[in-house]
């Protein structure tokens, strides 16, 4: 245990997407840090076409609830999809890390993004490359795979890690059964629980269950992918 302070991170529903004809939200996470509130991604505040063509959304944006964007020190996008950059605009003035590989692809490869979103009025954002200790116990670590520029947010809360996993697995079957680098880097870091974007409760080992309390779409062990 750090006895000196605690970590906690807390999910906030921000938007729930239809695919393939279920309902999957959209979360981002808040990280209390004695040195400042970290938020990781920002979902979305509005409707664009293209992200309605494709998901149908109902939006809850962090500036429609009851949630003080003025309270946020500092931004991470884990990458820069739409449903995790759409709230961007929100934290102009704020430094907004992510990796420089995910801003430079979010910017030159066309259908990636939209691209307004990222590139909102007055954005600070701060490329990273490679890892990076955010604040003490707060590590940005990269995991290419669902986007080449994709990072994980790894939370030291005193015994293992807590791990913010943006859209590196989407469901929990990623997680039970990593099938990729990125998902087994994941595992690889011992986490005591995995925040996921598009899941409402975190992930945690298999063996730390006395029984089965993942939602019904980790259950069905369909594969799944989304933006
Ligand atoms: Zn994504």
Redo the contacts with the bound molecule.
Sequence with gaps: MNPDFAITVTPIVVAELLVEGEVMPVCVHVIDHPDGRVLVDTGMTELHPAVVAAFNPRLFPLNEQDFDVAGIDIVVN??L?A??CGGNHLFAGRPIYVQRRELDDARREDDYTIREWVDAPDLQYVPVDGELELLPGIRLVPAPG??PG?QLVVVETGGRPVVIC??TA?WFGELDEPRVEAQRRIRALDPEQVWL?HVHEPWRPRAAHAEDHRPAEARDGRDRS??
Aim: glycine share 8%.
């Design positions: 884990t990458h999809h449903d995790h669902h986007t994709s943006g859209d989407v974007a989304t933006d």
